[in-house]
């Protein structure tokens, strides 16, 4: 077990509590207060993406709702937002349990009144064609082209309020919303969930070596000489060693020409897909918006973190009039109930312990939405 959660907690570097009864909304009710329709984004394009759109039951032409549409963070994301494995990597017998936040979001605003597209990933559906691109592969490509498809679907229809279509980005999908709004999303509002201005290479590094460091805590002189623990020690140590090599090529990586940048790959990332991110500061970013923006960070998220990442957000977005920050204490980086005091404690967490995202959390969302 330990070596699965070694090497699960290096995958979620890059991928049994119900609803309150005075927050949540059961389930059935859920259910009969929403409509969820089947959509295709880019139906006409050569990336067709499978998706959702969750519509209040009651909006109509003369009474449109408002809309949100979910930007996911990095890696293949399903549109549920679930973390899916091979079952190889799995011990035998284990389930991972149905944990789906943007499937808990789009559901929870729906019956509330806010519509929400949720869509599956082109790197998902087309990961392939994706991996074909080699460098050639952008932002653009992963998050902006589709986004900006999904509002064009919201804008054609006559139950939602055109005016008031915001989007929320989780993870890294939040560092990307500025971008997509400034792209001709033209959004009412942002919703910044579990983001950081930091580079993805640098968190990915220090996750992966947290976990490590974690891992090298609990082994004992005995366990170092014996056998059947060499396999995770060699595990442990070629990561480590991996890392550390990888950041030397990082720390190289403004000075790379074009070329080099989209032929170098660093932690499985091509430099020119990293430059692509460098180049639009998140700060640069939200000081050029005049819509609402709304920044929500969990206290217990061990990937974007309370002492390092929530400063760096509160220095780009506090002293912004349209800005409003919210620290909801005691969730994690899938905005779940969490009692985990580390990141190995936090990987297996959410891979392994059933959650659904915080109502008080979700109410927030919905209540600044209507308010806007």
Known sequence: MRRFVLIMAALLVFAGCVYAENGGIPGQARNDAAIHEPITIGANTEWPLDGILSIPADATAENPAPALIIVAGS??????????LPPELLPPGLVLPDNAIYRDIAEYLAASGVAVIRHDKRTLTHGAAIVAMGGEATVYHEFIADALLAAEILRADARIDSNRIFILGHSQGGAIIPRIHM?????????????????????????????INFQWEHITPEMQTDPNFAPIIAQMEGLQAMIEADLEVYARLND??????????????????????????????????????????????????TATDLPLMRQIFENLPNATIRVYPDLNHMLMPTTATNFSEHAAQILMNQGQVDPQLLRGIVDWILGN
């Open 75 to 84: 890696g293949p994301n399903n549109m549920d937002g679930r973390i899916e």
């Open 183 to 211: 792209a001709g999303g033209d959004f009412a509002g942002l919703i910044f969930a579990a983001t950081t201005p930091r580079s993805m290479i640098v968190l990915a590094a220090e996750q992966t070596m947290a976990d």
């Open 256 to 305: 790379m020409t074009a070329d080099e940048a989209q032929n170098t790959a660093i932690m499985g990332i091509f430099g020119s897909y990293l430059l692509d991110m460098q180049n639009y500061p998140l700060a640069d970013l939200a000081s050029q918006i005049d819509v609402p923006m709304l920044i929500i960070h969990a206290e217990r998220d061990f990937q974007i973190t």
